[in-house]
C-alpha cells in the first residue's frame, strides 16, 4: 500500500483557482490509479476525477469536467488537482485515493484501499 498527504486547500472566493497536491509514499506510486472524491458537510463522499497508473487516460464528474485538471508527476510521487473556477458547491473536504487494482478509473470508495487524510476546500461567494 502507499500513504497519501493532502496539501493546498484552504478558503478561496468564486471564481479563483486552487491546486491540491498529493504526496505518496511507502509504495510503487507508478502502480496506482489515483483519484480525488470531495465530501460535503452531511453528504457522501463522491468522486471527482480519477487519473490512470501512466496519466494517459482521465475521467472527470459532469460538474468539474470543465474546471479541474488531474495529473500526476511519477518520478516525484505526487500527483495533483487544479481546480479552476471554483464554486461554492465545489466546497468540501476533498481526498486523495490510490487503488492497486480494482476498476479501471472506478468512481467507487469501495474500489480505492488507500486514502489520504483530506485538506479542507472552502468557496465563498
Known amino acids: 500500500q502507499v500513504q497519501l498527504v493532502e496539501s493546498g486547500g484552504g478558503l478561496v472566493q468564486a471564481g479563483d483557482s486552487l491546486r491540491l497536491s498529493c504526496a505518496a509514499s511507502?509504495?510503487?506510486?507508478?502502480?496506482?490509479?489515483v483519484a480525488w472524491f470531495r465530501q460535503a458537510p452531511g453528504k457522501e463522499r463522491q468522486f471527482v476525477c480519477a487519473?490512470?497508473?501512466?496519466?494517459?487516460?482521465?475521467r472527470y464528474v459532469d460538474s468539474v469536467q470543465d474546471r479541474f485538471i488531474i495529473s500526476r508527476d511519477n518520478d516525484k510521487n505526487t500527483a495533483a488537482l487544479q481546480m479552476n473556477n471554483l464554486k461554492p458547491e465545489d466546497t468540501a473536504v476533498y481526498y486523495c485515493?490510490?487503488?492497486?487494482?480494482?476498476?479501471?478509473?472506478?468512481?467507487?470508495?469501495?474500489?480505492?484501499?488507500?486514502w489520504g487524510q483530506g485538506t479542507p476546500v472552502t468557496v465563498s461567494s
Open positions: 487519473i490512470s497508473r501512466n496519466g494517459g487516460n482521465t
Open positions: 485515493a490510490a487503488d492497486f487494482a480494482g476498476v479501471f478509473l472506478s468512481k467507487d470508495t469501495s474500489d480505492y484501499d488507500n
Open positions: 511507502g509504495g510503487t506510486f507508478e502502480h496506482y490509479v
